[in-house]
């Protein structure tokens, strides 16, 4: 079992920054592949952005491509999520997600854990 704890929301005005973080509780988190996802008041759960175990594949939503960039520290048994020139639309609740069985994917129920979210809320 991995517990995972995001952290880092928080207001912020349109064209702003924020670095979101996920905290895992064992190290077999540096062997899962793991996705960040958001959910808007009123919308479904999408998928933001994703990383293989080892960093070296990534994998966005075209809605964030080239704005966010995902990360982890598997000696801190962390990844990131580094959002830049945030839009209104950017507004959700943000999950950080970890498989442990296969590679980064977009869809939600490939994935075994889930931590409880963080808000992020930008203002226009």
């Known amino acids: 079992q991995v517990q995972l704890v995001e952290s880092g929301g928080t207001l912020v005005h349109a064209g702003g920054s924020l670095r979101l973080s996920c905290a895992a509780s064992?190290?077999?988190?540096?062997?899962?592949?793991m996705g960040w996802f958001r959910q808007a008041p009123g919308k479904e759960r999408e998928f933001v952005a994703g990383i293989s175990w080892s960093g070296g594949t990534t994998y966005y939503a075209d809605s964030v491509k080239g704005r966010f960039t995902i990360s982890r520290d598997n000696a801190k048994n962390t990844g990131y999520l580094q959002m830049n020139s945030l839009k209104a639309e950017d507004t959700a609740v943000y999950y950080c997600a970890a498989r442990s069985n296969g590679g980064v994917d977009a869809l939600s129920h490939y994935y075994d854990y889930w931590g409880q979210g963080t808000q992020v809320t930008v203002s226009s």
């Open positions: 064992r190290r077999t988190f540096s062997n899962y592949a």
